[in-house]
């Protein structure tokens, strides 16, 4: 009888040896502000991101995928929990308390969501997050000084289930007041923090969730950084950076600091058992922000729209995974529409672990995708931005949008400024087939609405919301059946 006790935890052991085994390591880095161009490899013709493309070489790039949303809280919302953001009332990032309540947000994201992390957690992961997190209140943090009597405290990253928390936390924040290079330092210091926590859990799966400060405002880069760029200076006698030089540099740090994390996995043997996720939270920003023109040089690419835009600039995102031996190598994938609301319920299912529950399942499984194979989403992707669009009228969005195959369809909720784009022959969203395609029209209006009233009420006007749709500039297509 022991004998036979004795074989059968053995087995046991095995099995869970085996099973672990297989498990990957994830390793999920998140950009901040980076656009769709921002990368050589995605076509950007003067910025040097060489490890970024090795990564893209080593695995697969993805040309068309999506964020939830064109700002950072509630992007990074539906990263973790699969689900639209704005079920959780998460509509912009979070400010102070009072800017909260003003736009009828909650002060942070549920700890008591289920989410990746609680999934991974359940799979028997070492969990992580390093950098910049965003996801409660307390804009004193950006701010760098004490926080307001009213502002308080939200829930930090342990509140979420993460093992470990490293700097940057709750926003990835201003640093000491006493160093104008914090930013400029910080994709050093987070990716020192991640080399240490795998190299403590190395003998078990890990997670580490490293969202980076960098290209955000405002950029301060050090001399050293700045030197592959000296060429862009205005002139030797210029007394100022020019806006070039500041964003290419950081981004070429940013992608320095990432490729001594990959040559760790390397040197630890490890490289080929970790699943790498490279994307950023939203779009660009736009050089009209106040304090933060400098990094309006960020690149979408061939798109129109920037952060805070439903158009393509502001939500599609460049998006790279590798996994050796488990995702295709060397390949770039044109047709796939991958969604972040996708990563929950991916990384869970190749973990192993079926996703907890949640209100609704807005992502999709696409881990099969990821493997090579090429098929079309099970159902639309949906959008909405409530607020405001600082810049250009050629960045104004509607206020919601649905994407359907080859079809983008953006509206305001009075079913005001309808417009509608075939993507495949015109990704920059100039020519609107509302007119012409009436049909397509009135079945992608229906579903957008029918998601719209699912969501929380919009907040009046008096309470910071948007302005009167009558008020967006843009042309108006006849009004939807």
Same mark, same amino acid.
């Given at each position: 009888?022991?004998?036979?006790?004795?074989?059968?935890?053995?087995?046991?052991?095995?099995?869970?040896?085996?099973?672990?085994?297989?498990?990957?390591? %994830?390793?999920?880095?998140?950009?901040?502000?980076?656009?769709?161009?921002?990368?050589?490899?995605?076509?950007?013709?003067?910025?040097?991101?060489?490890?970024?493309?090795?990564?893209?070489?080593?695995?697969?790039?993805?040309?068309?995928?999506?964020?939830?949303?064109?700002?950072?809280?509630?992007?990074?919302?539906?990263?973790?929990?699969?689900?639209?953001?704005?079920?959780?009332?998460?509509?912009?990032? *979070?400010?102070?308390? #009072?800017?909260?309540?003003?736009?009828?947000?909650?002060?942070?994201?549920?700890?008591?969501?289920?989410?990746?992390?609680?999934?991974?957690?359940?799979?028997?992961?070492?969990?992580?997050?390093?950098?910049?997190?965003?996801?409660?209140?307390?804009?004193?943090?950006?701010?760098?000084?004490?926080?307001?009597?009213?502002?308080?405290?939200?829930?930090?990253?342990?509140?979420?289930?993460?093992?470990?928390?490293?700097?940057?936390?709750? *926003?990835?924040?201003?640093?000491?007041?006493?160093?104008?290079?914090?930013?400029?330092?910080?994709?050093?210091?987070?990716?020192?923090?991640?080399?240490?926590?795998?190299?403590?859990?190395?003998?078990?799966?890990?997670?580490?969730?490293?969202?980076?400060?960098?290209?955000?405002?405002?950029?301060?880069?050090?001399?050293?950084?700045?030197?592959?760029?000296?060429?862009?200076?205005?002139?030797?006698?210029?007394?100022?950076?020019?806006? #070039?030089?500041?964003?290419?540099?950081?981004?070429?740090?940013?992608?320095?600091?990432?490729?001594?994390?990959?040559?760790?996995?390397?040197?630890?043997?490890?490289?080929?058992?970790?699943?790498?996720? *490279?994307?950023?939270?939203?779009?660009?920003?736009?050089?009209?922000?106040?304090? #933060?023109?400098?990094?309006?040089?960020?690149?979408?690419?061939?798109?129109?729209?920037?952060?805070?835009?439903?158009?393509?600039?502001?939500?599609?995102?460049?998006?790279?995974?590798?996994?050796?031996?488990?995702?295709?190598?060397?390949?770039?994938?044109?047709?796939?529409?991958?969604?972040?609301?996708?990563?929950?319920?991916?990384?869970?299912?190749?973990?192993?672990? /079926?996703?907890?529950?949640?209100?609704?399942?807005?992502?999709?499984?696409?881990?099969?995708?990821?493997?090579?194979?090429?098929?079309?989403?099970?159902?639309?992707?949906?959008?909405?931005?409530?607020?405001?669009?600082?810049?250009?009228?050629?960045?104004?969005?509607?206020? %919601?949008?649905?994407?359907?195959?080859?079809?983008?369809?953006?509206?305001?909720?009075?079913?005001?400024?309808?417009?509608?784009?075939?993507?495949?022959?015109?990704?920059?969203?100039?020519?609107?087939?509302?007119?012409?395609?009436?049909? /397509? /029209?009135?079945?992608?209006?229906?579903?957008?609405?029918?998601?719209?009233?699912?969501?929380?009420?919009?907040?009046?006007?008096?309470?910071?919301?948007?302005?009167?749709?009558?008020?967006?500039?843009?042309?108006?297509?006849? #009004?939807?059946?």
């Amino acid at each position: 009888m022991i004998a036979k006790t004795l074989v059968t935890s053995l087995l046991l052991l095995c099995a869970a040896a085996t099973l672990a085994a297989e498990r990957p390591n %994830i390793i999920f880095i998140l950009a901040d502000d980076l656009g769709w161009g921002d990368l050589a490899c995605y076509g950007h013709p003067q910025v040097k991101t060489p490890h970024l493309d090795r990564l893209a070489e080593q695995g697969t790039l993805f040309r068309q995928f999506y964020v939830a949303s064109p700002v950072c809280s509630p992007s990074r919302a539906a990263f973790l929990t699969g689900e639209h953001p704005a079920r959780e009332g998460i509509h912009g990032h *979070f400010g102070s308390i #009072a800017e909260n309540s003003e736009r009828q947000m909650p002060q942070s994201l549920a700890p008591n969501r289920p989410t990746l992390v609680s999934d991974l957690k359940r799979a028997g992961y070492a969990t992580a997050h390093i950098g910049k997190w965003h996801l409660r209140n307390n804009v004193a943090a950006i701010l760098g000084r004490e926080p307001d009597t009213d502002e308080g405290q939200g829930p930090t990253p342990e509140d979420y289930g993460f093992d470990f928390v490293g700097s940057g936390e709750p *926003f990835g924040g201003a640093g000491p007041k006493d160093d104008p290079y914090y930013r400029a330092r910080s994709s050093r210091v987070f990716v020192d923090e991640a080399i240490r926590f795998i190299g403590q859990h190395s003998n078990r799966p890990f997670y580490v969730q490293l969202w980076m400060l960098l290209p955000h405002a405002r950029l301060n880069p050090l001399p050293e950084q700045l030197k592959p760029y000296a060429h862009l200076r205005p002139g030797p006698d210029f007394p100022h950076h020019s806006a #070039a030089e500041l964003y290419l540099a950081s981004v070429t740090d940013m992608d320095q600091q990432i490729g001594r994390l990959l040559a760790t996995l390397d040197t630890m043997g490890i490289a080929d058992n970790t699943l790498i996720v *490279f994307t950023s939270d939203n779009g660009p920003e736009d050089i009209h922000v106040v304090n #933060a023109g400098h990094t309006g040089v960020g690149s979408t690419g061939p798109f129109r729209g920037r952060k805070r835009s439903l158009y393509e600039g502001g939500i599609r995102l460049p998006f790279i995974v590798r996994w050796p031996g488990q995702f295709p190598a060397g390949r770039t994938d044109d047709t796939s529409v991958i969604s972040a609301l996708d990563l929950r319920p991916t990384l869970s299912t190749v973990a192993g672990v /079926v996703p907890g529950p949640g209100r609704v399942a807005d992502g999709e499984d696409v881990s099969d995708i990821l493997k090579g194979k090429a098929r079309g989403r099970t159902k639309p992707l949906f959008w909405e931005w409530r607020f405001p669009i600082i810049g250009d009228a050629v960045h104004q969005s509607p206020r %919601i949008a649905v994407r359907e195959g080859d079809w983008k369809l953006l509206l305001n909720p009075d079913r005001s400024r309808v417009e509608l784009y075939a993507l495949r022959d015109d990704p920059t969203e100039l020519t609107n087939f509302a007119r012409e395609r009436p049909e /397509v /029209v009135a079945r992608l209006a229906t579903f957008a609405l029918s998601q719209k009233e699912q969501l929380p009420p919009d907040q009046p006007e008096s309470k910071g919301g948007p302005p009167p749709v009558s008020s967006w500039s843009g042309l108006k297509a006849p #009004a939807i059946p």
